[in-house]
């Protein structure tokens, strides 16, 4: 019974700690909430550090009112093991508020920067590093209070300075066996310091269109226009090319381009593009071209460029600018939609001139007066001589073979004595 007259004090006071810390936590609400009514900061305070405050407080009370009403009989032991492990608790809810209240700040400067706003660039680069700080600040909460709880333990603080003189070789063993880690987490912070891509950015990835949705120290993750998400290491980004199409400004230029006839209008297509475009708000009015850029290959090749306030926009820019002149080409410009053109030719390969002429028989040097006329300007001088075959068999000299070449060669013969062959000449 002594025994728990002893307890009994303990047990009142614990109650009244856990009412008062319920007390204090609604009071502390109350303020809070009829503050958030005219300022917003007072809202975001409650939704960060709502839950580590009060069991901060419940648990600070709890060990006070434990402290002072312990039982005299009660072992050091267990009254030091008590103390301990409110120690190591407080510590760690601590650091939780802690943390909670950095994250208040973060957000706090965060929310003067938009997003919603056409050109958000410096707003993207703020949010990227300042979401890369909250990551560094509840990591190194973390490690300060594993450390602090550390050395609540006797046999930690001896060991410390062991841990201490070879922190250099445990440093190298560990690099070389993180060595991808650290590389990625090195390429993390030069990311989210350097402006290479911050969040929110319209990038072109392994030939994928995107945006940067999550850079964090290790990875980066990027929200293909599909609704894929593609996860890739820090260190591709610091390592590999890549196309970032808000680097400096969401203000972009694309084209549209058209394959058309020869017989297409170009004043006539760009009268209607300035039509399409005054119609539309997707366009921001700072570029609208059309140029004929090619004409080759039986087409001429028509390039329009517009611009528009980002990519999205720019996207359904090009779809409208191209639906409405492709509609224009078919209702009013069909004399421009392509043509394939093929000319037809007999397989003799010849045309008509070429068919009279050869019908008629008319050739270089016969077939007409002017023709042989021609042809005896070229023979008139020529000396032939024709021997007579009679002659030439009762003188038997020369053979059949000798008297063919000879006749081929009437210019170069000539009639040896005694043959009785005459001589003659012959026009050709």
């Known amino acids: 019974m002594a025994d728990l007259h002893g307890w009994l004090p303990l047990a009142i006071a614990c109650l009244i700690a856990i009412v008062a810390a319920v007390v204090v936590a609604a009071v502390i609400a109350v303020i809070v909430r009829a503050i958030a009514r005219r300022k917003e900061w007072a809202r975001m305070l ?45 510590i760690a809810l601590g650091a939780w508020f802690a943390a909670a209240l950095v994250i208040f700040f973060e957000d706090l400067g965060l929310a003067r920067y938009r997003l919603d706003v056409p050109d958000n660039r410096y707003a993207r680069r703020v949010r990227t590093q300042v979401l890369i700080i909250r990551r560094l600040t509840i990591v190194a909460a973390v490690v300060v209070a594993l450390g602090a709880i550390l050395l609540t333990f006797p046999g930690a603080r001896a060991a410390g300075a062991s841990i201490l003189a070879s922190a250099g070789i445990i440093g190298v063993i560990a690099g070389i066996a ?29 030939n994928e269109w995107g945006r940067i949705e999550e850079l964090t120290l290790t990875y980066v993750v990027v929200h293909i226009w599909d609704d894929r998400r593609m996860v890739l290491p820090s260190t591709f980004f610091t390592t590999q090319p890549f196309e970032n199409w808000t680097r400096q400004h969401s203000e972009l230029l694309g084209a549209v381009e058209f394959d058309l006839d020869w017989r297409v209008s170009p004043d006539g297509m760009r009268k209607e593009l300035d039509r399409v ?20 290959g039986g087409f001429v090749h028509v390039r329009v460029l517009v611009t528009a306030k980002d990519a999205p926009t720019l996207f359904d820019l090009r779809c409208y600018v191209r639906e409405n002149l492709v509609s224009w080409t078919q209702r009013e410009g069909t004399s421009g939609l392509p043509r394939q053109r093929v000319e037809l030719v007999q397989a003799g390969g010849m045309d008509a001139s070429q068919r009279s002429r ?54 170069e013969v000539a009639a040896e004595p005694g043959q009785g062959g005459p001589v003659r000449q012959r026009r050709d």
Request: no cysteine.
């Open 358 to 411: 050869a019908v008629s028989g008319d050739t270089l040097f016969s077939g007409s007066s002017d023709a042989e006329q021609r042809a005896s300007q070229f023979t008139d001088s020529i000396p032939t001589i024709e021997p007579d075959p009679e002659a030439a068999d009762r003188s038997g000299v020369g053979s059949a073979a000798d008297r063919g070449a000879d006749a081929a060669t009437d210019h």
């Open 277 to 296: 475009l005054g119609k539309t708000d997707l366009w921001d009015k700072r570029t609208s071209v059309l140029q004929v850029t090619d004409a080759i």
């Open 178 to 206: 993180a060595q991808s880690s650290l590389a990625n987490l090195f390429a993390g912070m030069q990311l989210a310091f350097s402006g290479a891509i911050r969040l929110d950015d319209v990038v072109v990835v392994n």
């Open 46 to 90: 409650a939704s960060h550090a709502r839950i580590p405050f009060r069991l901060l407080v419940l648990d600070v009370l709890v060990w006070i009112a434990v402290t002072l009403t312990m039982p005299r009989d009660v072992p050091s032991a267990i009254i030091s093991a008590a103390n301990h492990v409110f120690l190591i608790v407080t």
